[in-house]
């Protein structure tokens, strides 16, 4: 497959986020997509790649023309069968979406993330005791992995033994994103989303009986009271808000640090003026955001910029392409914290604009502001070792990240 992928396209480019050298690094690989037409694929169903800013921004700002519900033909099957077709805050459209939003909305307010803020601080701080002892630490492992699991699962009302089997489960699900289309789901993913499955629906019935000041409470009392959700949406929303709370997050982290790590002035900035650093996060979610790319479909003929799009095409709509677009950032592969304006597209744009954009900065914030206070002399263990990602395209995330602290 990754063969016929490469080969039944033209020569300029290349594009094949099954390949985990792509995966490694594909930002060399977008800069043919930003000439000429938009690339077409044909991975069993029609595909178009959205890489340039203005149509990466044109195709989110219209849901209307592109639905965000995942297509139910053979090609996704597979996904249908092991994961549900229940929908969630990010596979559909109005008013579907609006009403999904809603429930949720009200829990990643800016007053309800300030209200968390001093708590995860110290998450962080006790992280980084157990690193501080060691005079070294693998970021991912150490701090970037735990510590938006133990924030979004204490949103969830979640007993902390529980957040290491969270991080586990999370890993494996997120792990689908690597099954090539019309294959198989690999058993043990489907096992592990059955587990989660099963504790979620677990919890679902204690807070019926027993509600508490949790996210999961204020979920079930909506479905109880208004039928505002199904018993399918209800735990696919639960379990959804468990993945999506930490990967992204996660990623934020890791892949902001890797970037500071490679360019230390930068980073010697920062320690001279900690201002700075909400424009550093917002560099760090352009140069290299924790998301690559969101998948869309034509609900009809359309056009995007100078192109047609077929009804029934799906469109990846490569968001760090479009962080790249030369067309939008001036010398778009420099990492500079100074940058402005810098309007990133990296939580994406329109009524799926990230709800929880708001708590993913502040984690952010609060675990490098700690680090770099914490150890003056932080720095990549290793800057020429090959770094090793997950098993995602989507949510591209290291797998580890060793830091030296003396």
Request: net charge negative; with cysteine; proline share 8%.
């Amino acid at each position: 497959m990754s063969e016929a992928i490469a080969t039944a396209q033209p020569q300029d480019f290349y594009f094949n986020p099954w390949d985990e050298a792509y995966r490694a690094n594909p930002y060399p690989h977008y800069k043919p997509l930003y000439r000429g037409a938009m690339r077409h694929l044909d991975l069993g169903f029609p595909l178009v790649l959205a890489a340039r800013y203005a149509d990466v921004k044109e195709v989110l700002l219209n849901p209307a023309r592109f639905s965000s519900v995942q297509p139910k033909d053979s090609a996704f099957a597979n996904q249908t069968e092991a994961f549900g077709d229940a929908p969630t805050v990010l596979q559909s459209d109005p008013p579907v979406h609006t009403r999904l939003r809603r429930l949720v909305s009200r829990d990643f307010t800016p007053r309800r993330v300030r209200e968390l803020e001093p708590r995860i601080r110290q998450i962080a701080a006790s992280l980084l005791d157990k690193a501080a002892r060691a005079g070294s630490f693998d970021l991912m492992a150490d701090l970037a992995n735990p510590l938006p699991v133990m924030v979004i699962a204490e949103m969830l009302g979640v007993a902390p033994e529980m957040y290491e089997t969270f991080k586990r489960w999370s890993d494996k699900v997120v792990e689908a994103d690597n099954t090539l289309p019309g294959m198989p789901i690999p058993e043990e993913i489907k096992a592990a989303f059955g587990e989660l499955n099963a504790f979620f629906a677990e919890q679902i019935e204690r807070r019926r009986k027993s509600p508490g000041p949790d996210l999961v409470s204020a979920l079930v009392a909506a479905h109880d009271t208004s039928e505002a959700l199904s018993a399918a949406e209800l735990l696919q929303f639960v379990v959804l808000l468990l993945l999506a709370g930490n990967e992204t997050t996660t990623n934020l982290i890791g892949n902001g640090t890797l970037a500071m790590g490679r360019h230390p002035e930068q980073m010697a900035m920062i320690h001279k003026d900690p201002a700075m650093l909400p424009r550093a996060i917002e560099e760090m979610l352009r140069y290299d955001g924790p998301v690559q790319s969101t998948f869309r479909v034509a609900n009809g003929d359309s056009v995007v910029g100078d192109n047609e799009i077929k009804s029934g095409t799906g469109v990846f709509v490569i968001l760090a392409a479009a962080n790249r677009d030369p067309a939008a950032f001036p010398d778009p592969d420099r990492f500079e914290i100074t940058r402005a304006p810098n309007d990133h597209l990296a939580f994406g744009e329109g009524i799926h604009f990230c709800i929880g954009a708001g708590l993913a900065r502040l984690e952010a914030s609060i675990a490098i502001s700690a680090m770099l206070e914490r150890f003056p002399r932080l720095r990549l263990a290793a800057p020429e070792a090959p770094l090793k990602y997950k098993g995602s395209y989507f949510l591209r995330g290291l797998s580890s990240l060793e830091m030296a602290t003396d």
